[in-house]
T-cell receptor, first 113, second 111 residues
């Protein structure tokens, strides 16, 4: 089945620890995105990548890092520098065309204790 | 400053009636608009889209209207069903890049 897989679905972390969220897609999409959702807010863009080995900061990139070594994979690291990391994180991919929708994974909920 | 706004945080509609969800945007460069539906603890799923060269797009019970001069779009669901109860996000992009999402509207369809 084609789709986007995020893992883990739930993650708990102590303050001061880095944590990496996995995102894998087998849709052969060029573009991949990471969004963050907080209660009562829309999806805010953290990082995106239009092509392998290249990525761009979104609106709220501070405290996060990404890599895009393979077309299928776009892991997100939430570093200890992120001041308020508890949130629901969504990964998406798309065809990077002018009229194409984004396909989302099921999300990862990170809770910092 | 939000580029995509959904001013109604919530909406309740009786089953069988029409649901109208509204979205406003400020960036005149946006040329592609999408609606997503989201259930709790799940990723959003794509519903319907519209390009700026059109003013209406229809798919079954879902119709999206675009008014470029007013920078406004709306999603109509007719007839509304209890399974439509979810959060609906409006999104906009410029040439399919860097999608910007609104804050969402929670729709409740009452039986």
């Amino acid at each position: 089945d084609g789709g986007i897989t995020q893992s883990p679905k739930y993650l708990f972390r102590k303050e001061g620890q880095n944590v990496t969220l996995s995102c894998e897609q087998n849709l052969n999409h060029d573009a991949m995105y990471w969004y963050r959702q907080d209660p009562g807010q829309g999806l805010r863009l953290i990082y995106y990548s239009q092509i392998v080995n290249d990525f761009q900061k979104g609106d709220i990139a501070e405290g996060y890092s990404v890599s895009r070594e393979k077309k299928e994979s776009f892991p997100l690291t939430v570093t200890s520098a992120q001041k308020n990391p508890t949130a629901f994180y969504l990964c998406a991919s798309g065809r990077a065309s002018a009229t194409g929708e984004l396909f989302f994974g099921e999300g990862s909920r990170l809770t910092v204790l | 400053d939000q580029q995509v706004k959904q001013n109604s945080p919530s909406l309740s509609v009786q089953e069988g009636r029409i649901s109208i969800l509204n979205c406003d945007y400020t960036n005149s460069m946006f040329d592609y608009f999408l609606w997503y539906k989201k259930y709790p603890a799940e990723g959003p799923t794509f519903l319907i889209s519209i390009s700026s060269i059109k003013d209406k797009n229809e798919d079954g019970r879902f119709t999206v209207f675009l008014n470029k001069s007013a920078k406004h779009l709306s999603l109509h669901i007719v007839p509304s069903q209890p399974g439509d109860s979810a959060v609906y996000f409006c999104a906009a992009s410029v040439r399919g890049q860097n999608f910007v999402f609104g804050p969402g509207t929670r729709l409740s369809v009452l039986p």
